[in-house]
């Protein structure tokens, strides 16, 4: 097959119907996973399907389960509708052990799968952030008192400062999709969108020395965008990832929403109008933004933004109707190049998505973009249908493997040596009864070499299901 290879520097072609890179190698043999256990965060979380999916297991939750200095935080909402912390040490035989919980004094507001909760940490004041509850409505947001995650302080609700609609006094407004970024130096960073679907902003605030500050927008709605004979003069970001590499350099990847889903612009009104994968890069802490060629992009808190107009920063060009999915995972590599999963119905299926899930689950692919060190970008289809609505979850090791976890918890594995072409199944899912998408913890894959998954199973229609994490080594 042709190898579907991008260039980083001129617009890229459309590649609806480019047939992806494939090798032709034999599966990487030499890449192996221990599964080591399963344990049960709660029998009874919250289980309510919304927008196809779940609030307890949604790929815009950064940070719904992550790893720091010996233990392990995870977050959901409980059957009674409260939201629950829970943490574990990850020393030897961590599987085994129970984790602690605390319920914090609040109700989640609605019925809706936007509304997850996002775990951050700022390293120098060992505070734990939590923020939830968002869908175009201020945030619910609290921290632990100083030095929490040391592991001495009980673990309690009386921990965690009273919630408010703000943080700590800085009035950010409506939101939705709160995601909280460690920095290298130990503070902490929250991005989130203003504005509505089709017609939002991209938005970064700081927190260092107990305050918060906002930093403002980055991304704009502004600018033109035809397709199907009609112009659309709006639509929003939606991130695939935001976070730092051992550079200190900031990676964002997006794809682009037209106005509300669509409209006019679509080819049919069954399908959604995302479009492309944009990417941009700051090395000063998210204040200035550029394209792959240096080309500064935005200025973070001013009028430049990356825009649908800003030039050379898509990296994949794929036109509205093809079901391609917003929001799905990034990584980088130890040489710090950028990493995307997307998905979407490739063109031999079709140029015109009529039913936007049903043609996901029916004839969705998974896709591996990735920049090589000649600044090129390159695509590779992973072997194993999509068979889904869902997002799946791309994860780095310190040796440039790959591993992707689809939805139901299906682990594909892909080599550096074969410019990860090599994909292959390493795990099938097939014990864990997932609903659907899954959390990760890639901090606990830094520190441990431990992939810890975080999945609901489905519910019998009592409202409520259970939560569990599966730990698998990375061999």
């Not at 302080?153 to 006094?169: N, V």
């Not at 906002?214 to 033109?224: A, C, I, N, V």
């Not at 040596?417 to 890639?442: C, I, K, P, T, Y």
Request: net charge negative; glycine share 10%.
């Amino acid at each position: 097959m042709l190898a579907a290879v991008l260039g980083f520097f001129a617009a890229p072609p459309t590649h609806a119907d480019t047939a992806p890179e494939s090798s032709g190698a034999p599966s990487n043999a030499g890449v192996h996973i221990e599964p080591l256990g399963t344990t049960t965060l709660d029998d009874n979380a919250i289980f309510f399907v919304s927008f196809d999916g779940l609030v307890n297991n949604a790929s815009y939750q950064q940070s719904g389960i992550l790893t720091h200095e010996g233990y392990q935080y995870a977050a959901w909402w409980t059957e009674n509708r409260s939201p629950v912390l829970a943490r574990r040490p990850t020393s030897d035989n961590s599987e085994t052990r129970p984790w602690e919980t605390l319920e914090l004094d609040h109700e989640l507001t609605q019925d809706n799968s936007h509304n997850t909760i996002s775990l951050g940490i700022s390293v120098n004041d060992g505070r734990l952030h939590v923020g939830m509850d968002t869908h175009n409505n201020p945030i619910f947001y609290t921290r632990s008192e100083e030095n929490l995650l040391d592991g001495d302080t009980a673990w309690d609700a009386e921990s965690f400062e009273p919630i408010t609609r703000d943080l700590l006094g800085l009035d950010l407004g409506s939101m939705t999709y709160p995601r909280f970024v460690p920095t290298p130096e130990g503070d902490l960073q929250f991005n989130f969108r203003t504005g509505q679907s089709g017609n939002g902003t991209q938005e970064l605030a700081e927190y260092s020395d107990g305050q918060w500050t906002h930093l403002g927008g980055w991304t704009s709605p502004e600018g033109e965008y035809r397709a199907n004979g009609s112009v659309s003069d709006s639509r929003n970001a939606y991130l695939h990832g935001l976070h730092y590499d051992q550079a200190g350099r900031l990676h964002a990847a997006f794809t682009w929403r037209e106005t509300a889903v669509g409209g006019d612009i679509l080819c049919h009104p069954g399908g959604l109008s995302n479009h492309d994968t944009g990417y941009v890069y700051s090395d000063d802490r998210g204040r200035t933004w550029h394209t792959g060629d240096g080309a500064t992009a935005a200025v973070t808190g001013t009028s430049t933004r990356v825009s649908v107009d800003t030039a050379n920063h898509v990296v994949d060009r794929l036109e509205l109707d093809y079901a391609l999915m917003n929001q799905e995972s990034q990584a980088t590599d130890s040489h710090g190049d950028p990493h995307v999963m997307i998905s979407y119905r490739p063109g031999r299926f079709g140029h015109c998505s009529t039913d936007f899930v049903g043609d996901r689950e029916d004839n969705g692919r998974v896709f591996h973009l990735w920049r090589g060190p000649d600044d090129t970008w390159r695509k590779t289809e992973l072997p194993e249908p999509l068979a889904a609505f869902g997002r799946s979850q791309l994860v780095m090791t310190p040796d440039d493997t790959a591993y992707a976890v689809l939805p139901y918890g299906r682990i594909m594995a892909a080599t550096a040596d074969s410019g990860w072409s090599d994909w292959s199944m390493v795990h099938d899912g097939s014990d864990m009864n997932a609903f659907g998408e899954v959390l990760v913890d890639r901090s606990r894959v830094e520190s441990d070499g431990v992939l810890s998954v975080m999945y609901q199973e489905p519910g019998g229609g009592s409202g409520a299901s259970p939560l569990r994490v599966a730990d698998f080594r990375l061999e």
